[in-house]
C-alpha cells in the first residue's frame, strides 16, 4: 500500500463491522483495538444486521483506480503539441539507447526480434506523480533521459502501456502481471543480464511504473460501480415501488431475482414487518 500511495497517512488494521444500512449502502464500523504484527486471534464476524438508518452512517472510502498511461493518451484534454514533444525520443536519448540496448530489456530477446524504442514512464504524465498534478508547473526535464527508455519487444508496447504488467525492482526485477497477456507470455524476471545498471533503465522509472501499475489495477471495485443510484432507481421504477399508483410486479416475476431485485424485496418485507410491530403496539395502547 506504501508503494502505491506514498502520500498516504499512517493507517492501523482493526476488526471492524460491516453494516447494512439502505440499498447496497454499507458502513465499517471498528469493533476493536488495533492488531498487531504477532497477533493470531481470531477475527469476529464482519458483518451484522441489516440497520435501515440513513443517518449516522459512514461509507468505507474506496481508492479510485487511476486510468492507464494509454487510456489517458486517448481521453485526456492534453494539448497535442505536448504529447507530440514528451512522446517523441529526443535525438540524443534515442542514439544513447541504441548503443546501449540491443535486446529486448523485458526479455532479452535477441535484436533480430521486432524491437522498438519505449518510454518506462511517458514524460507526458510526469505531472501525475506530483501531489499538485499541475501540468503548468510539472519539471519534465529529468523524464526525458535515456534512463527512463528501453528496447522493447513490439508486442509487448500496449501492454506495457496499458499497465497490464510492470517490474518490481525490489523484488530482484521480478515481472509482475496484472492482468490477461492473451498469446504472450513473459518470464518471471528481468534476466539478470539486462537489470545492471549499464544494461537497462534506471531503477527510479521503472519504481514509477510499477506503482503505477498498482494504482490502475489493484484500487476501486465498490459496489457502486456496477450499481450506481440510478440504475436502482429504474429496477424500482421498473417493479412498480415508485409511485403508489403503480401495481407492485407479481411475487414471480424474474426481475425480483436479480441482485437489485432481491435487495428491493428484502426492503419489502422488512418494511412490512416494521408496520406491523407499529400496527401492534398503537393496538396495545387503546
Not at 252 to 265: A, P, T, Y
Amino acid at each position: 500500500m506504501r508503494i502505491a500511495l506514498p502520500y498516504m497517512q499512517d493507517a492501523e488494521l482493526r476488526p471492524a463491522a460491516v453494516r447494512k444500512f439502505d440499498i447496497l449502502k454499507y458502513s465499517v464500523v471498528p469493533r476493536a483495538d488495533a492488531l498487531t504484527a504477532l497477533d493470531t486471534s481470531p477475527l469476529p464476524s464482519a458483518v451484522e444486521d441489516y440497520r435501515r438508518d440513513l443517518f449516522g452512517q459512514t461509507e468505507p472510502v474506496v481508492q479510485d483506480p487511476e486510468a492507464s498511461f494509454e487510456r489517458y493518451l486517448q481521453h485526456r484534454e492534453i494539448r497535442p503539441d505536448t504529447i507530440t514533444r514528451h512522446y517523441t525520443f529526443p535525438p540524443s536519448v534515442e542514439q544513447s539507447i541504441h548503443l546501449r540496448d540491443n535486446v529486448c530489456f523485458i526479455t532479452g530477446t535477441p535484436p533480430d526480434a521486432e524491437l522498438d524504442l519505449s518510454w518506462i514512464f511517458p514524460p507526458t504524465w510526469a505531472y501525475l506523480l506530483d501531489p499538485c498534478r499541475s501540468p503548468v508547473t510539472c519539471d519534465y526535464k529529468p523524464f526525458l533521459t535515456a534512463s527512463n527508455a528501453c528496447m522493447m519487444r513490439s508486442d509487448l508496447l500496449s501492454l506495457f502501456h496499458t499497465n497490464a504488467f510492470g517490474i518490481d525492482v525490489d523484488d530482484d526485477f521480478r515481472i509482475v502481471v496484472f492482468r490477461d497477456t492473451g498469446s504472450v507470455t513473459l518470464p518471471s524476471h528481468v534476466p539478470k543480464s539486462q537489470n545492471s545498471a549499464s544494461a537497462g533503465p534506471g531503477d527510479r522509472f521503472l519504481r514509477e511504473h510499477f506503482r503505477w501499475c498498482l494504482l490502475v489495477n489493484l484500487f476501486g471495485g465498490d459496489i457502486s460501480e456496477d450499481y450506481d443510484a440510478n440504475s436502482i432507481i429504474q429496477v424500482m421504477e421498473e417493479l412498480g415501488m415508485c409511485h403508489g399508483d403503480t401495481p407492485l410486479a407479481p411475487v414471480d416475476d424474474e426481475r425480483w431475482d436479480s441482485l437489485i431485485g432481491k435487495e428491493l424485496w428484502e426492503v419489502l418485507i422488512l418494511d412490512a414487518f416494521r408496520d406491523a410491530i407499529n400496527v401492534s403496539e398503537d393496538d396495545s395502547t387503546l
